[in-house]
């Protein structure tokens, strides 16, 4: 009965590990996946989490059961404080709905679920480009996706212009995909004076912002600083919606743990909000698992090993910050032709070089380099070691 199914394509992100894995050359290198990787090209587990982990199996008295639907109560609490601030009125005034979801990737999908079934507009406008995922998952939960123009690939930078421009000719309410911080493939960022030209813009035309929070403390290596898009738009008293992923911030992936905020009017519509996320939740995953948020408030309500996780993720911010300084040296050092700078420009994970299909194609055939098709490599990926090669493979690919 199943005869007809054809071979789907692999996932353009995912794929891309899969044809790693193939490859039995000794100097292939992934930069595929946004996954960190130690200078010895190492998955991490932080220090702070495997003492969270070692708390929570000492602790006899934890169990098994099932959590609520929306999760753990205080893990939503902290994940809310963490984004929104310790001292945020939209808190204090009871507006916020946090559910706990499966990592970022479950926290949008529960979010676009809601608003496919209980606001009045149906369009997302998303940036161009955008993580891939996102298309698929909005339009699976029901709501139909545009695009507002996001990079400048003549600047490698932000195209301003032209994300006011398409903003300012969206309907009337309206939903916007941003991206908190970090933004996911670019590395490209609205300076904060362009935030409040976006707010202002978007509140003037009654858009609805739904932030996708991928990356706090991954940016700048600062919670607070890279939580500052958001708050900005909630300090305002207006409405948005926050998807959060502890999948870098906390080096969680697999653990698939995640939140969804949505910062209402009032706490009376907040309460009535996170009634209808149940509806959305229960029959979708029916509640979310225990694990993983219990590591995140273990942390998050210890200030000791709050502290202890802001080193930790300062030191990963950094190390990729100083992989964008290394390949960048190495390329000047081999002469490439080309501006190479936004290399050092860009922020968190990934760099946009600017490589085209073709040049990445031969730089993963000859230089057994993976990557994404569109010239994103993860950053993170990378070693001190790994940077002379990839410097070569793109030195050979632009000068071919
Ligand atoms: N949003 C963006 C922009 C991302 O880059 C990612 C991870 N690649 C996610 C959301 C979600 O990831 P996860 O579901 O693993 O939290």
């Known amino acids: 009965v199943f005869a007809h199914v054809a071979q789907a394509p692999e996932d353009s992100i995912l794929g891309v590990t899969v044809a790693y894995n193939k490859d039995p050359s000794p100097i292939k290198l992934n930069l595929g996946v946004g996954a960190y990787r130690t200078e010895e090209g190492k998955p991490v587990v932080l220090n702070v989490v495997r003492k969270a982990e070692q708390l929570l199996v000492n602790d006899r008295s934890r ?54 079934r209980h606001y009045h507009e149906r369009t997302i406008y998303i940036p161009q480009p955008t993580w891939g995922n996102h298309p698929k998952i909005f339009n699976l939960g029901g709501l139909s996706v545009k695009y507002y123009r996001y990079y400048d690939p003549a600047t490698r930078g932000l195209h301003f212009q032209g994300l006011l421009e398409d903003l300012g000719s969206a309907p009337t309410g309206a939903i916007v995909l941003l991206h908190a911080c970090a933004h996911n493939p670019t590395g490209v960022d609205p300076t904060l004076e362009q935030w409040a030209q976006i707010r202002q813009l978007m509140r003037s ?8 929070s991928a990356y706090q403390g991954f940016a700048s290596g600062s919670l607070d600083a890279d939580a500052q898009s958001v708050r900005m738009f909630v300090a305002d008293g207006g409405e948005c919606l926050v998807a959060q992923s502890y999948a870098k911030n906390m080096g969680l992936y697999g653990e698939r743990v995640g939140a969804l905020s949505i910062v209402c009017k009032n706490a009376d519509v907040a309460s009535r909000v996170e009634s209808q996320l149940k509806l959305v939740i229960r029959p979708m995953f029916s509640n979310p698992p225990i694990h993983g948020a219990s590591i995140v408030a273990t942390i998050l309500k210890d200030m000791n090993m709050y502290d202890e996780w802001t080193v930790e993720l300062k030191a990963m911010a950094d190390r990729i910050i100083s992989m964008r300084h290394k390949l960048f040296e190495a390329l000047r050092a081999k002469d490439t032709p080309g501006d190479w700078s936004h290399i050092i420009k860009q922020i968190g994970m990934f760099t946009f070089t600017g490589l085209n299909s073709e ?42």
């Open 359 to 400: 040049q990445v194609a031969f730089m993963t055939k000859e230089y057994h380099i993976y990557m994404t098709s569109d010239g994103r490599i993860s950053m993170a990926g990378l070693s001190s070691k790994t940077v002379p090669h990839l410097a070569d493979a793109i030195h050979a690919a632009v000068t071919r």
């Open 205 to 212: 035309k009654g858009l609805l912002p739904f932030f996708d």
């Open 63 to 116: 169990v098994k059961e099932y959590l609520p639907i929306v999760g753990l109560a205080d893990f939503n609490k902290l994940s809310a404080k963490l984004i929104f601030g310790a001292d945020s009125p939209a808190i204090q005034e009871n507006r916020v709905t946090t559910v706990q979801c499966l990592s970022g990737t479950g926290s949008l999908r529960v979010g676009a679920e809601f608003l496919g």
